[in-house]
Structures are given as C-alpha cells and as structure tokens.
C-alpha cells in the first residue's frame, strides 16, 4: 500500500500543528480526516484547501474526551475510506497555573482531553487500524523543562508518554510503530496567547538556533515517523525543539 491510498486521522487538526500536519501528510499523498471539537468554520477551509491542491480531505467531528464520540469518529473513518492507517493524536489544550494554585476546572479539562482523549483514541486504534500502521502522539519538551506554571499539562504529557512506550510493545506482531513528539515553543496560538512579547523572544532564545518552531516544522518531523524512513522508530519520544533540552 503506498501513501496515496493510505489514510491519516488527525485529532485537533483544524488550526495551528494540527492543520499543518494535515496539509503536509495531504501533501504526500494520504487521504487525510480533519477531527475538530468546535472549529467547524475552519476545518471546512483546510479541506476545501487540501481537495483544491489535489488531495483528499474529510472533516470529522468529535470531543476526544468523549469515549463514544471517539468511537463513532473512528466509525465515520472507516465508513468512507474503508479502513485507517495513521493516526496523530494532536488535540490538546494547555492552561497554565502553579500546582499549589490549580483549580479543579483546569486540572480536570487537560486530563480529560490530553490524556484520557489520548487514550480513547489510542483504544480505537489498537483494535481498528491496519497492520503496517503508524501511530504519533503528542507530548512537550516541558517534560524535560519542567517549567514553573506547566505541572499539569505537563503531567497529562509524561503520561501520554508512558502510553507511548506501552502500546508499542502490546502491538508487537502487527508492524505497527506508537512514537511521540514532544515539541518545544512553536509559533501557534496556543502557545502565543496571554504571553507578553518579552516572555517570548525570551522562550525563543532558549534553544541554540534562536527562533520558536514553526507549524511546519513540527508536521515535518510527523510526516518522517509516518513515512517510509521512519519505520524503524519505534516506542521514542523525538523532541522537537531546537536543542532546547
């Protein structure tokens, strides 16, 4: 099977990383489903873009955090492609506050949408994607950073992963690879907001090349675990960030 007949799912993939991965693994030619929770405006402009450059797109909505919403996103899938390939479990969100003043409100939204939605997707994926199949998760650098204010969202990415590591060895037999990327500061609205331009030149002189990642730096490096040249990767973390950590 070659790329122009496989097909992709990328969670959270209606702006920022998302839609760049969207667009570059388009670009190599997988039929490519756009997962969005809310953005609907948006995830309809990337596919009308990607069928425009002569790809295959479809939009899918559905809550990660939502076990059943998940179930029938992978039923929408496979209904209109015949069956998944890849899967990048990119949707996420990061609220940021110091663990001692962490409202219930904040930890439960990112352990319900980082890690449990990573772990609905992943469920699905173990029992319904293709043999030769290709798995990326997302985690962050600030795992290795360990920067004040980003404890929870930074627990919800150690343990997503853990997870990484761990189905990479339940698939044993099936040529499957589970990897993560852990990216460091990237150029994204999440990223950018409520942050003051002093805080980010400073985060973008912290790794030796001196500049936030870019969207599509980071599909980049997605597109190599997906692809041919990365099937020997298999259970890592690749941090995507610069040389940060």
Known sequence: MTDSNKVALVTGASRGIGAA?????AADGYSVVIN???SVGPAEELAAAIEMAGGRALTAQADVSDARAVTRLFDTVEAAFGGIDVLVNNAGIMKLAPIGQSEDALIDSQIDINLKGTIHTLREAAKRLRDGGRIVNFSTSVVGLKLETYGIY??????VETLTGILAKELRGRSITVNAVAPGPTATALFLDGKTPELVGHLAKMNPLERLGSPEDIAAVVAFLVGPDGGWVNGQVLRANGGMI
């Not at 991965?21 to 693994?25: E, G, Q």
């Not at 930074?154 to 343990?159: D, I, L, M, N």
């Open 154 to 159: 930074a627990a919800t990415k150690a343990a």
């Open 36 to 38: 969005y929770a809310g």
């Open 21 to 25: 991965i969207a667009r570059r693994l």
